[in-house]
């Protein structure tokens, strides 16, 4: 094919990618500080009696539904991924110059440059110089996905001999961290586990509000401070307050933004520090949010928390919006961090368990297995 052929394939994948909003936000420079430390977190004045447990069902009928979604979610990034290879692979031989191209439709679909040349070269392992069709690459790619996000697809551990299990959420801001911890709540409490929530991003009013909002749509209670309060101090009262009212599951929000990157990382390792003093363990788990739409920036995102905290596993965000849900795969290959949900829109039910194979065939535009 000529060169003007092949850009036709690049435009086309580019388009359907750059309707995306790039977002190559740097790790925590964010607006200026206005931040005053109060001394004591304020415990709320009143919390929310729990509502019962909705009961855990997950019934034939019901994952169809979630399986559509997830299709429907993930919708821009098959119908990107799938156009592209339609176009290379309508009536082609599979040779060198088609497997470029393959390739090449890989990496602009944000799989990372090592599992695109990888996945190209286990294609042409026994299909090379044969004619093949489109729907046999995309099932044959999707097979070579599903075997890549199989190790990392594990739901948030339960852990019943930690009474409560404290589970720190952290990101830069705007990824989702609040909107994940709302939903994560919902799926806590449809397994029969009672949760509360704390508003430890004290740096703004709204983010607090913002998680109450949450706590009343889940009927459970949260744990807030004033404005501009120690967010290691909410933390630590936080856990004493969920332990001794025998709660299962503490959910902890943290700040995006601070006057800068130092002073986010800071405070997180203050507050992992703080929790610590109460219970060696905690937090049991740190769930790094990343958002799809930042495409390779999450990469740098994932190294800049590991440094300063125990990063156990991710939820990826805003899968719905864009056309990079190929970055799952790389982050998957590159990290093998596990991958414990995923998310396909803003209701509080558009947060999924991540399933590898699920996950592989709908970025594919594949019905399920
Ligand atoms: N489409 C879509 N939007 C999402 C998803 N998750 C979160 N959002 C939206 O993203 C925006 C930011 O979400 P937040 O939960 O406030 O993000 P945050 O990380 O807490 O932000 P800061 O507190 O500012 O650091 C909100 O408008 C959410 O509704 C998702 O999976 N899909
Ligand atoms: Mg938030």
Not at 128 to 153: C, H, M, N, W, Y
């Amino acid at each position: 094919m000529s060169d003007s052929g092949k850009t036709g394939w690049f435009s086309r994948f580019r388009r359907n990618r750059d309707n995306d909003v790039p977002d190559d936000r740097p790790v925590g420079e964010e607006t200026p500080p206005d931040v005053v430390i109060a001394e004591t977190a304020q415990a709320p004045e009143s919390v929310p009696e729990m509502s019962a447990p909705v009961a855990a069902s997950a019934g034939a009928g019901e994952r169809k539904g979630w399986m559509q979604r997830l299709r429907e979610g993930l919708s821009r990034s098959s119908g990107a991924l799938t156009s592209s290879i339609s176009g290379i692979f309508t009536k082609r031989k599979l040779d060198d110059e088609t497997l470029e191209e393959l390739e090449d439709v890989l990496i602009m679909a944000d799989l990372g440059v090592e599992t695109a040349a990888r996945m190209v070269a286990t294609i042409a392992k026994d299909r090379f110089g044969k004619e093949v069709t489109d729907s046999e690459i995309r099932e044959a790619l999707a097979e070579q996905i599903g075997l890549v996000l199989d190790p990392v697809a594990k739901a948030l551990p339960e852990r019943p001999d930690r009474k409560p299990q404290v589970v720190l959420v952290a990101g830069v801001n705007g990824v989702g961290k609040t909107t994940t911890i709302g939903k994560l709540a919902r799926q806590q409490m449809l397994a029969g586990r009672k949760v509360m929530m704390a508003a430890c991003d004290t740096f703004r009013a709204a983010a607090v509000e913002q998680l109450e909002i949450w706590g009343e749509r889940n009927g459970c209670p949260v744990m807030k401070a004033t404005t501009g309060a120690d967010a290691a101090g909410l933390a630590f009262d936080a856990l004493a307050r969920a332990r001794d009212e025998g709660y299962d599951v503490l959910l902890v929000d943290t700040a995006g933004r601070l006057q800068n990157k130092q002073g986010l990382m800071d405070e997180l390792a203050k507050i992992v520090r703080v929790l610590k003093k109460q219970d060696q363990s905690a937090p049991h788990d740190v769930v790094l949010v990343l958002d799809a739409t930042t495409g390779q920036n999450t990469h740098n995102q994932v190294e800049v928390f590991r440094q300063m905290v125990d990063v156990s596993g991710l939820v990826i965000t805003k899968l719905d919006g864009t056309a990079r849900g190929g970055v799952v795969v790389a982050l998957a290959e590159r990290f093998g961090l596990p991958v414990h949900a995923v998310g396909v829109g803003e209701a509080i039910d558009d947060l999924r368990p991540f399933e590898a194979r699920a996950f592989a065939r709908s970025l594919l535009g594949l019905e399920a297995a």
